[in-house]
């Protein structure tokens, strides 16, 4: 279980795109892209599947490109009802 920015899972930080409409794009190697609608600008974030927990580096890279900021991923891995942790700014591409 994440805590603020420490003990990011592969599942984690998928769980988070995709409770803010970022939808499963490709896999490249052993990085999972994912792509979604942030602010007006199309984003895609990329991250490895193969660890245990995300680097530390790896997952502030994940957060830039989302372009979610880095408050409400704290936000949300405090949070014990995470459907209520919701960026503004995200969404749902698919029905633009």
């Known amino acids: 279980m994440p805590n603020g920015l420490r003990n990011w899972y592969y599942k984690d930080v998928v769980s988070f795109l995709e409770q ?5 794009s490709h896999v490249k190697s052993s990085h999972y892209y994912y ?8 984003r895609l974030s990329w991250f490895p599947k193969h660890r245990n927990s995300l680097p530390m580096k790896t997952l502030e890279c994940a957060i830039h490109k989302s372009g979610i900021p880095k408050s409400y991923w704290k936000k949300w891995a405090n949070s014990a ?7 503004e700014g995200a969404e749902d591409w698919l029905n633009l």
């Open 20 to 24: 803010h409409f970022f939808i499963f």
């Open 35 to 42: 792509r979604g609608y942030v602010d007006k600008k199309d």
């Open 81 to 87: 009802n995470k459907k209520e942790v919701q960026y």
